[in-house]
């Protein structure tokens, strides 16, 4: 690489002056039936969102690459207007630049273990997702922000937020940050301890995906994300953690068979732990420092994929009315 470089010189860009008004500027519009979102997954986005679309994370990697070359340049040579003629292979690592973006230099905080041992949980967890899975940013989530309710009231509360009317659940193509962030919410009102867990593939660029359907639509996924609760097990007296996805459940599951609903065989993963304020993953949005930051968009969210998914519905059941499920009656 350095013998190449060696060779660039810099270009002489000419100023090119264009006559205002001479070039009108045009936004392209995609045309998406709400079928179409079923197979391909894709929206137009009003705002930044952490969105679970592959496609979408490829080009903010790369795009952050650029973006941290150019800074990486231009830093060595405001220190040698030379360094051009000497930049090579070990002194420009591409490697440390994509694994920084990958989340590699993430945080990752010892847990205090207070109300929980979570160190003794997470080793367990990954015992259990066996080869190819792995913890990557983790936070301090044993000093519970709630109470620890029994495995019987844990289902009482999933029943309460999966008849929430605010939640497209069925919405599964996108829009699980927001999903999360509201029920987090509730469940801190109902003072429930609450964190959330983050499922995110290993390799961007091949190697599988993250998968859910349901009869409406089918989803592929870079990352997933529900809350996760800590509750006890009358039986047993033991703390378990539970994951609250009623888009992928109609009761609170352990996080190993949560993984496993969404993971083929062979998959590799990354698990992030983190407290209940993290909207989207650590390594592709930052960390979070509060949670009502994150309330603005998802309420829009929520707003706008409920819409969305009432289209998608509208347009199933003309096709299949046999399945329109019967309306119920409140006396």
Not at 40 to 52: F, L, M, N, Q, Y
Not at 82 to 110: H, V
Not at 247 to 266: F, N, Q, T, V, Y
Request: aromatic share 8%; net charge negative.
């Amino acid at each position: 690489m350095g013998d190449v470089i060696k060779n660039i010189r810099p270009l002489s860009i000419p100023d090119i002056k264009v006559p205002a008004g001479k070039i009108k500027l045009q936004k392209e519009t995609l045309s998406i039936s709400p079928k179409d979102l079923c197979s391909i997954g894709s929206h137009e986005e009003t705002s930044k969102r952490p969105s679970a679309d592959i496609h979408v994370r490829r080009a903010e990697v790369m795009k952050e690459t650029v973006t941290n070359a150019v800074s990486n340049i231009k830093a060595k040579s405001s220190d040698n207007p030379k360094f051009i003629t000497m930049l090579d292979d070990s002194k420009f690592d591409f490697g440390d630049i994509t694994s920084y973006l990958t989340g590699e230099k993430g945080f990752n905080e010892t847990p205090s273990n207070t109300d929980f041992n979570q160190t003794g949980y997470m080793k367990d967890l990954i015992g259990k997702l066996g080869t190819g899975a792995r913890m990557q940013n983790v936070q301090d989530v044993s000093k519970l922000n709630g109470r620890i309710p029994s495995l019987a009231e844990l289902k009482e509360e999933f029943k309460k937020l999966a008849s929430d009317p605010q939640v497209p659940f069925e919405y599964i193509v996108d829009g699980c940050y927001a999903r999360a962030h509201h029920m987090c919410e509730t469940m801190m009102k109902d003072n429930i301890n609450c964190g959330k867990m983050f499922v995110m593939i290993e390799d961007l660029y091949g190697g599988g995906m993250l998968t859910a359907k349901n009869k409406f639509m089918n989803a592929e996924w870079w990352y997933h994300v529900a809350p996760i609760t800590f509750a006890k097990d009358s039986k047993t007296e033991k703390i378990e953690g539970y994951i609250i996805d009623p888009s992928m459940a109609d009761h609170p599951l352990k996080a190993e068979e949560w993984i496993g609903m969404m993971r083929s065989k062979d998959l590799k993963i990354k698990v992030d732990i983190t407290r209940a304020p993290q909207f989207g993953p650590v390594e592709s949005d930052g960390e979070n420092q509060t949670f009502e930051e994150s309330l603005t968009a998802t309420a829009d969210t929520m707003k706008e994929y409920s819409k969305a998914l009432k289209e998608i519905k509208d347009e199933y059941y003309a096709h299949h009315p046999e399945e329109i499920p019967p309306k119920i009656s409140i006396t």
